[in-house]
Structure formats: structure tokens, C-alpha cells
């Protein structure tokens, strides 16, 4: 009798999905991240005005490779960005806008569409790989040392953001909060957003 021939297993289905993409200079969106961001690039004033007037306005946030750049092809954007929320539009006096934007997901850009009038994206919510241990336990308490020390000698740190950090439970959210919060460069934020294993975005903070 001939052997059973083993059935493949069962891949889950991507689940993809279009949004506009907003390209950011020397920024790096984190989730859960309130930020304000400038808005005065003709693309980037065209996908904010095709916003939906009412209910939630949804947009990904990436960071360019080099912010000097007026015009980002496509391949001078990140892969890895920030699914975010665009929660107010303020008009500026110079004709630009200002928008407060709130991250939500880690996401990761499949694909660029055209980019006129501006990019959108083919994009994949990714989540974080993460395995409870003591080790990772031993990780977060080192993290938050590290921070109650740099308040010390960081000026931009106070003993609010140490307090709102302790209360972080979720390790994950705990590097993200921590890296949003240091002054480093947009290449060093980028690496730790693209971070899916938890410890070891957790130990990338705890070196920055």
C-alpha cells in the first residue's frame, strides 16, 4: 500500500492593505507616539487635504533614508514604518499645514504605488516576536535604570517620562516608549522600530 502523501501545511494569508504614505525627514514614528509633524511638501499637502473630512483618518508614517532629499524615489524610503492616526490638522500662515498624528501599528510596506500625487502603499500589519522569560525581565529592569540614570544628564528627560515608563508592562511598548524618548539619530531609531524579537530590541535600547 502506497504512503499517504503528507498534505502542505496551511499558510496563513497576508492580510494587505492601501493607505497613503506620509515621508518624514529625520523622523522616526514609534507606536503608541503622539507627535507633531510639519506638513509643507506639495505630495505630502495633497494627501493630507484627500483626508476624509469626518471619522478616523488613517495614514503609514515612514522615514526617509536621507532627509535632505526634497523629492524620495521609492527605494530612498524605509520599509518598516508606522501605521498612524492623523488626530488634528492646523493651517499655517505660510500656506503649509501642521498635523498631530498618533502611531498605532508596526507595519511593513510591500509595495509603493504611484507616487502621484503622492505615495500609497501596499502594506502588512507585523507584530513582535516575544517569549516570556527571566531573561527578558532581567532586560527591562536594566532598561529602566539605564533611563532613571539619563535623567540625570539628559535635559530633555524628566521624572514624569521615568514614571510613565515604569508603568509600561507590555516589554515591547516598553522599548518603544524608551527609544521614542532618546535623543539618537533617525538611523539608530529606525533599526529598533524594524526589531521584531522583542529581546532584542529591548537590548538594542539598552546600548543606544
Do not use: W
Not at 16 to 35: K, S
Not at 73 to 88: C, I, Q, R
Amino acid at each position: 500500500m502506497a504512503e499517504d502523501t503528507p498534505k502542505p501545511k496551511k499558510r496563513r494569508d497576508e492580510v494587505l492593505e492601501i493607505y497613503p504614505v506620509l515621508p518624514l525627514r529625520n523622523t522616526v514614528l514609534f507606536p503608541q507616539q503622539i507627535i507633531p509633524i510639519y506638513v509643507g511638501r506639495e505630495q505630502s499637502l495633497k494627501l493630507i487635504a484627500d483626508l476624509p473630512k469626518g471619522g478616523k483618518k488613517y495614514i503609514v508614517v515612514v522615514a526617509q533614508k536621507d532627509g535632505s532629499v526634497e523629492n524620495p524615489k521609492d527605494s530612498e524610503l524605509y520599509e518598516y514604518g508606522t501605521l498612524a492616526m492623523v488626530m488634528k490638522v492646523f493651517d499655517m500662515p505660510d500656506k503649509s499645514r501642521s498635523a498631530i498624528v498618533q502611531g498605532l501599528d508596526r507595519v511593513r510596506v510591500k509595495q509603493y504605488l504611484e507616487p502621484d500625487p503622492y505615495y500609497k502603499g501596499l502594506v502588512e500589519k507585523v507584530r513582535g516576536m516575544v517569549t516570556p522569560s527571566a531573561e527578558i525581565e532581567g532586560i527591562v529592569v536594566n532598561l529602566q535604570e539605564i533611563f532613571k540614570k539619563l535623567i540625570d544628564i539628559a535635559p530633555y528627560l524628566s521624572e514624569e517620562q521615568f514614571h510613565a515608563l515604569s508603568n509600561i508592562q507590555n516589554p515591547g511598548k516598553l522599548a518603544d516608549k524608551a527609544i521614542s524618548l532618546m535623543n539618537i539619530s533617525t538611523n539608530e531609531k529606525q533599526d529598533v522600530l524594524e526589531e521584531l524579537d522583542i529581546k532584542k530590541r529591548l537590548e538594542k535600547c539598552t546600548v543606544l
